[in-house]
């Protein structure tokens, strides 16, 4: 290992599948306690990205290292120390919660075994469900399980896959409250998620479309770089406004937000002139949100 201040530091990583490139000149640097936000549409480039972080693909080209383990060559030292939640449930369902981690306590020839399960199921409110089997779980309870056998072996580093997709409101809340108190351990979390609420929760950021890193940093610092200008409208006929307003110069993106418009532009000057003849009391000029700015980053994307 080396003495590098990140537990991520990776630069260029490039991937193809097939002949078809998946990521291209991806880099990273992620410091120990942060909760990074992986952000992209579907087919962006994410997993991808996730899988060759914690060891299971070797990019085809680049460098780097995660938790001082080089990447193209420590593969297996780097799958030892990470947790990995992938996207869909990928603990073995005709098992039951206690056999599934007996099964990981065994691949990661964790001592004492029979301690860290008892420990992990209170830990994590699975104790009364432990012979359960994992197929017949709702969402959140595989959710929890799965998150369970990720930090059994004790991880430095979770790489978690979309974890809360599919689940309730009140199992996703429980679930970023068990991610907090893993920070407050020193454990640092890259997360991947759709969810703009979930993203507004992340230290950082990190904006991912067509394999290409379009933006990286605090919330604050996304916004800015986006560089957008937007009103908010309120009243009725809001359907019909918002066809009209798509039509217009300098008119970016129009979005629904419940009884509301988001009306948003780079070009502040020609935004506010084509604008000028439908604006009214009902409008307002507001600072533009994390979501705002993360349609006009993968739209810019989409034209490149």
Not at 35 to 49: A, E, H, R, V, Y
Not at 50 to 62: A, E, I, K, Q, V
Not at 146 to 171: M, N, R, S, W
Not at 237 to 257: P, S, W
Request: hydrophobic share 40%; net charge neutral; glycine share 8%.
């Amino acid at each position: 290992m080396n003495n590098s201040p990140f537990v991520i530091d990776v630069q260029h990583l490039k991937k193809s599948f097939n002949g078809k490139p998946a990521v291209y000149d991806f880099s990273l640097q992620l410091k120990q306690g942060e909760i990074c936000g992986f952000l992209g549409p579907n087919g962006s480039g994410k997993t991808t990205t996730l899988r060759m972080l914690c060891g299971l693909l070797t990019p085809d080209s680049g460098s780097g290292q995660c938790l001082g383990y080089d990447i193209l060559r420590q593969s297996y030292d780097i799958k030892k120390n990470v947790g990995y939640m992938t996207q869909a449930f990928s603990l073995y369902n005709d098992l039951t919660a206690y056999e599934n981690l007996w099964l990981i306590a065994r691949m990661y020839n964790i001592e004492n075994p029979k301690e860290k399960i008892e420990e992990t199921l209170h830990k994590f409110g699975l104790i009364d469900r432990q012979n359960q089997l994992a197929g017949q779980m709702s969402g959140g309870w595989k959710q929890r399980l799965a998150l369970a056998g990720c930090l059994l072996h004790d991880p430095k580093l979770l790489l978690l896959d979309e974890p809360t997709a599919g689940v309730d409101p009140k199992a996703r809340r429980d679930f970023w409250d068990n991610i907090y108190q893993l920070i407050e351990r020193g454990i640092t979390v890259l997360v991947s998620t759709h969810y703009m609420d979930e993203a507004e929760r992340c230290t950082r950021l990190v904006y991912i479309s067509y394999g290409h890193l379009l933006a990286e940093g605090t919330i604050n610092e996304i916004i800015t770089k986006s560089d957008l200008k937007t009103w908010v409208v309120v009243g009725d006929n809001l359907i019909a406004l918002a066809r009209e307003l798509k039509k217009l110069k300098g008119v970016d993106q129009v979005a629904f937000f419940g009884n509301k418009l988001h009306v948003s532009g780079k070009n502040e000057k020609l935004l506010d002139e084509s604008i000028a003849a439908f604006k009214n009391p009902n409008w307002h000029k507001i600072h533009s949100s994390l979501e705002d700015a993360f349609i006009s980053l993968v739209e810019h994307a989409e034209e490149q």
